[in-house]
């Protein structure tokens, strides 16, 4: 198998990430997917998209939605009428927000059935691009698939995200920052164990079908943000309340029994306090990585009172 990355290397991206593998497997294409001539040109090599790109976080979409219906609905359509062109296979990455929230108390999780009332402009614009999927299959016949996926943590994730954040924030002398009361839930699952089920609806899925991927990792943000507090040795309430989220979702909560009965997909890296401890890790061995970006992230928050 070969792979061609096509990035567009924007605030969030990094070509360090992938140098160590680039070569005669995996080679790399600087671009952006709203360009129509490039992602023809790229296309017309491949047997499938996976598409992972996006514009990805929910206060950056609050502060300034046009580069995510722009990069999210108009760059979905752009690979979509390439996949169209060439028959080629298309796999949709999508994220568990197009279904709106949940009441803490509600015993119900998401399913693929659940109707879309997505909250913010970030994932409204994921929805908008899971309709246009499902309107490809549909209409011109596109043999694709979508995914959504709740939330991700993990080693080489931007410090924007709310675990890096907290973890970066710590390791540079500053308090976490927590919105509202704290109590919104998340469902926590590791970047690889999404990986791993990316891989097999790309390979087994159904053709037209939509898989929702979750690890049963539901816990409140105080809970998690404790839990790095004592990981790094730090009192329980050493952090700031903060202005909340505009908007801000409640509760994401992912039932993923089709998945895991459809395909066999289990994930594998289910002990939460272990994948913190080895996030936190990752992170205090590579200030390398994240220092660069750390001031003009911690900026922007500041700019929103967060
Ligand atoms: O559910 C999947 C989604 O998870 C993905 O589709 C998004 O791309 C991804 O960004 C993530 O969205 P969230 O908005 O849930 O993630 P975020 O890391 O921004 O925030 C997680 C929770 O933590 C949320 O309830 C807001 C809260 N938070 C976040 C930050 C950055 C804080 O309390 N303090 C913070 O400093």
């Not at 970066?168 to 998340?186: A, E, H, M, S």
Request: aromatic letters at 10%; hydrophobic letters at 35%.
């Amino acid at each position: 198998m070969r792979v061609i990355v096509l990035d567009a290397l924007t605030y969030a991206g990094r070509l360090d990430n992938i140098r160590d593998v680039l070569g005669d497997r995996v080679e790399f294409v600087h671009g952006d997917i709203r360009d129509a001539g490039l992602v023809d040109r790229v296309v017309a090599r491949c047997d499938a998209i996976v598409h992972f790109a996006a514009e990805s976080h929910n206060d950056n979409s609050i502060a300034d939605p046009e580069p995510f219906v722009s990069t999210n609905v108009l760059g979905t359509f752009r690979l979509l009428q390439a996949a169209r062109r060439y028959d080629v296979r298309f796999h949709h990455i999508s994220t568990d927000e197009v279904y709106g929230d949940l009441a803490l108390d509600d015993p119900r999780r998401f399913t693929e059935d659940r109707a879309y009332q997505p909250s913010s402009p970030y994932s409204s614009s994921k929805a908008a691009s899971d309709l246009l999927v499902r309107a490809w299959y549909r209409t011109y016949g596109v043999r694709a698939t979508i995914s959504n996926c709740s939330n991700n943590y993990g080693p080489y994730q931007h410090v924007e995200k709310f675990i890096p954040r907290q973890i970066t924030n710590i390791l540079t002398g500053v308090r976490p920052k927590l919105y509202g009361d704290g109590l919104n839930v998340r469902d926590w699952i590791s970047t690889q164990d999404h990986s791993s089920a990316v891989w097999d609806v790309l390979t087994r899925g159904r053709l037209g079908e939509t898989y929702l991927i979750g690890a049963d990792g539901e816990h409140d943000n105080l809970t998690v943000l404790r839990a790095i507090l004592r990981v790094m040795g730090r009192a329980e309430d050493d952090f700031d309340w903060v202005r909340d989220r505009p908007g801000h979702d409640r509760r994401y909560a992912i039932d993923s029994s089709k998945l895991r009965k459809e395909l066999g997909w289990r994930p594998v890296h289910t002990d939460f306090d272990a994948g913190l401890r080895s996030t936190v890790a990752w992170y205090q061995a590579h200030r390398d990585w994240w220092m660069p970006v750390k001031a003009a992230t911690e900026q922007r928050y500041r700019e929103q009172g967060r």
